[in-house]
């Protein structure tokens, strides 16, 4: 591999066959042969038949499978119409919702620059930017984007803004010169690199790779190369999965064993054990997770959060780590001015002086107003952008200062003297405007501005500027150094201006008008954090999140912008990074909360200490340098505006807003999510079981076959009418006032319910053995009763689900009632049409299918009363419990 930064231009020119009137057409053609087309290949593709069958890897959704299959060769039809109805609808709900994150991800793409400015045969001609080769000769301009990695052959003031390869926020001036072999990525000046952008100034560059070859291509390979992590949702439910088997296997054992040994056939025991064992699973559990999510997932898109793949919206909510990218992240990737230095005093702008530094920084300037996107925009360097913005910001009109003084000559940037300066003419004569580096500008000054008096400037004086710089560098500030020089009156400016038109400008009039300043002062810039990042921040805190800064920025601005927000914990640099064995970082990290200069595969290490950890880790970033983290990380959070193709192709959620804030809403949502899916999977469970463990029951006391208290029909009968609605109505619970004031879950889903669930089914148990001894004379009313009971008693214990503490705990008994009750009118709504079917059921010619027989008015009464007796029954226990 050729390091291109370390050889001349003539050099470079040599190597890659080429010469500054740029290839043939002949020579294109070999070349495109011999390199292929200047494009990416694509990380994300969408696999439609991949993404469809990934929806039946759950665990769950494989024994839904073999108990369709086992019920359609027992020929229980109607049981594996069911069963295969919703294993069919939980896997469209989940391709769907990849599929419409996919097209929305697409209208969110932003494509390699379409055309690229090229010399061909002598010719400057604009092409496609897939028909770039390496030796073609790329003329930059402010705007373009770069198309391919390229050494600088000329540079005129050319800046080039890296924050999507780099993470850094300000713009890089590019050079001609050769530099050292062992310069970093990041500080190759005469180098500029595919995907990122050209801020100001003009140039001419060589084009040495392109494609996979370039940097951003070499990412976007390395990415490819990372395996995607196990969502720890869909781990859960797979492990919760295997135990609901294990259970069925030993139930389906015990009856089998239990009809054996009264006698029945071997094959039948058989038969009716898996009948009733498949009838117990919670078939309606897929569906209703997925639908749950589902719903969540267009909650989240209102808030800006779009949800590739719907596991990742509930794994948002119990991540215990999110490691960030800064630029564009936290803060605007805009540059600011944030403190300023006039008459011998930092921030302090109501000086008179303060004006007049504004002034400068806005007749040094080459920013202008221009349109973009149907608004009028500054289009210009990132820096220069930032001192129009202060000075239009106290109340300075940049049309009216351009207009009283028209530019004459104009010195522009350069690294050998690094500053800028600007000759004007008003009514009084010539002045120079200048703006550079303060250490520089402080060298060419002769006097300070102080009070609007000229205070000579000494070797002490000038000492304390740059005490004053040195402390301001320190707070991560990016600082310049402002001065004027009154070149003379009008007479002396028509000797500057014809020296000026009689030569292309040389040292001499640089030296006039960059010597003999006037000192004004200093205006530091910094790219400031979102306003909504501080309070998000302090949300994750509450919360129990660890926020961790990860940037290509500079330890000194990484550091301001962790202490502006309230990022506190240690700050480490690159070097310091690097010095660490992975032990050392492992037992540090917990004390870190900023890296600093850190490359991709720095990233890829601190996410891969993090997992080692097992913390749940969701990354969040906008530019290919976040690709490789984003794709090893639990959670993927790419920004949908600033976003790289490939760091949103390596996500699982986009954020349509770039806002970090809207994580902070992700994770409430998420956090509701994880406790609805508790909600009804205890519900589903303590309702399900019951009815098998009653059959269990009622055969082990009375030992006969014909003495079954629910047929595996009516067992599936009670899970449509109770596992569908009412479970379903539970997802679109509210989230719990304590939501973001609890540290995150990395339990199982079974954690903290198992109890409730022995309890509520124990209810259950006893309120359908009731029924069913009482009338066990008859048997088809008697099993009729026991439905009922299971039902109605359902339905009163999904109101029990809907809280941890007693439905009338809050606000008192009418408080308690409207929020505990009727806070979810979709709840309501649910239990009424399920009660509706059963009824209808009962009373029409279904009921024969199912073997109900009429109920009188009296059953009903004694159904809801003791319905109503165990629902008081489980609040107690609940209220026992969280005492």
Excluded at 119 to 127: A, F, H, P, S, T
Excluded at 326 to 336: A, D, I, V, Y
Excluded at 601 to 622: F, P, S, Y
Aim: proline residues 2%; hydrophobic residues 45%.
């Amino acid at each position: 591999m050729v390091n291109w930064h370390v050889l001349s231009s003539k050099e470079v020119i040599e190597k890659l066959g080429s010469d500054m009137k740029g290839l043939s057409s002949k020579d294109v053609d070999k070349r495109l042969k011999k390199y292929g087309k200047n494009v990416l290949k694509k990380s994300g593709h969408f696999d439609f038949l991949k993404v469809f069958l990934n929806q039946f890897k759950s665990f769950l959704i494989l024994i839904l499978i073999f108990a369709g299959v086992v019920s359609f060769f027992m020929h229980s039809r109607i049981d594996a119409i069911v069963i295969f109805a919703i294993i069919i609808l939980n896997a469209f709900l989940g391709f769907f919702q990849e599929y419409k994150a996919e097209k929305a991800i697409e209208e969110l793409r932003k494509m390699m620059v379409s055309f690229a400015r090229v010399l061909r045969d002598g010719k400057l001609i604009e092409i496609d930017s897939k028909g770039v080769v390496p030796g073609d000769i790329l003329i930059l301009r402010e705007g373009d984007k770069i198309v391919g990695d390229a050494r600088i052959l000329k540079s005129e003031g050319l800046k080039i803004n890296e924050a999507s390869l780099t993470g850094e926020s300000v713009s890089v001036e590019k050079i001609v010169k050769k530099l050292g072999e062992n310069v970093a990525l990041a500080d190759r000046v005469n180098m500029v690199y595919q995907g990122t952008e050209v801020v100001a100034g003009s140039g001419v560059a060589i084009v040495v790779n392109t494609g996979r070859n370039s940097e951003f291509g070499k990412i976007s390979e390395m990415v490819q190369k990372v395996e995607s992590e196990k969502n720890p949702f869909r781990d859960k439910l797979d492990k919760f999965a295997q135990k609901i088997g294990i259970f069925i296997l030993i139930l389906s054992g015990l009856i089998v064993g239990l009809l054996i040994f009264e006698g029945v056939e071997v094959f039948q025991s058989f038969l009716v054990a898996v009948s009733l064992a498949v009838s117990a699973i919670p078939e309606g559990l897929p569906a209703v997770i997925s639908l749950g999510l589902a719903f969540a997932t267009r909650r989240m898109i209102k808030k800006n959060v779009l949800i590739r793949k719907l596991p990742a919206s509930e794994t948002l909510g119990r991540v215990t780590v999110i490691c960030t990218d800064k630029t564009g992240t936290l803060t605007e990737e805009k540059m600011k001015v944030s403190d300023i230095y006039v008459d011998g005093k930092l921030n302090f702008p109501g000086s008179k002086n303060s004006k007049l530094l504004f002034k400068i920084g806005v007749l040094c300037n080459n920013a202008r107003y221009g349109e973009k996107d149907g608004k009028r925009v500054l289009i210009g360097d990132p820096t220069e952008n930032a001192l129009i913005e202060v000075a239009e910001d106290n109340f300075l009109d940049m049309g009216k200062l351009i207009e009283n003084e028209k530019k004459v000559k104009e010195f522009a940037f350069s690294s050998g003297r690094k500053m800028m300066s600007v000759v004007r003419k008003n009514n009084k004569g010539l002045v120079s405007y200048v703006k550079g580096a303060p250490e520089r500008i402080i060298d060419k000054s002769n006097y300070e501005l102080v009070n609007g008096v000229r205070v000579k400037l000494d070797e002490k004086g000038r000492e304390r500027l740059m005490e004053v710089y040195r402390k301001m560098a320190k707070s991560g500030l990016r600082v310049l150094g402002f001065g004027y020089k009154e070149i003379g009156s009008l007479s002396k400016a028509e000797s500057f201006l014809k020296d000026s038109e009689a030569h292309p400008p040389t040292r001499d009039l640089m030296s006039i008008a960059e010597s003999e300043l006037i000192f004004v002062g200093f205006q530091g810039m910094i790219d400031p954090p979102r306003k909504e990042v501080k309070n998000a921040i302090k949300l994750c805190n509450d919360a129990g999140i660890k926020v961790l800064m990860m940037t290509g920025d500079s330890k000194l601005t990484a550091e301001a912008i962790a202490e502006d927000i309230g990022l506190k914990g240690d700050s480490v640099g690159v070097a310091e990074l690097h010095s660490m064995s992975n032990v050392d970082l492992l037992k540090r990290i917990d004390d870190i909360s900023v890296f600093s200069r850190i490359t991709p595969e720095d990233k890829l290490r601190i996410i891969n200490i993090l997992k080692k950890k097992n913390e749940i880790v969701a990354m969040t970033g906008d530019g290919v340098n976040d690709a490789l983290a984003l794709k090893r990380a639990d959670i993927g959070i790419a920004m949908g505006i600033r976003g790289t193709d490939v760091a949103r192709d390596s996500s699982d959620i986009v954020l349509i807003d770039d806002n970090f804030a809207s994580i902070v809403e992700g994770v409430r949502e998420g956090r509701t999510i994880y406790d609805n899916v508790k909600k009804f999977v205890k519900y589903l469970l303590s309702a399900n079981f019951s009815e098998v463990v009653l059959v269990l029951i009622v055969m082990l006391i009375w030992r006969d076959a014909r003495f079954l208290p629910l047929l595996p029909l009516q067992i599936l009968w009670i899970n449509l009418i109770t596992d569908s609605l009412p479970a379903l109505a539970l997802s679109s619970e509210k989230m719990e006032d304590d939501v973001m004031k609890r540290a995150p879950s990395g339990e199982g889903i079974l954690k903290g319910i198992k109890s409730f669930i022995f309890v509520a089914g124990l209810i259950a148990v006893l309120i359908g053995f009731l029924f069913f001894y009482m009338n066990k004379g008859d048997m088809d009313y008697a099993r009729t009763m026991v439905v009922s009971s299971s039902i109605v008693f359902e339905m009163f214990l999904v109101f029990n689900c809907r809280n941890n503490g007693f439905v009338f705990s809050n606000g008192g008994f009418f408080g308690g009632l409207k929020k505990g009750i009727f806070g979810n009118k979709y709840l309501i709504y649910a239990v009424l049409v399920s009660i509706g079917l059963h009824v209808f059921a009962i009373y029409s010619p279904l009921g024969g299918l199912f073997g109900f027989v009429r109920l009188e008015l009296m059953d009903w009464v004694w159904l809801v009363g003791v319905g109503l007796v165990g629902f008081v029954g489980v609040e107690v226990f609940k209220g026992l419990n969280r005492g």
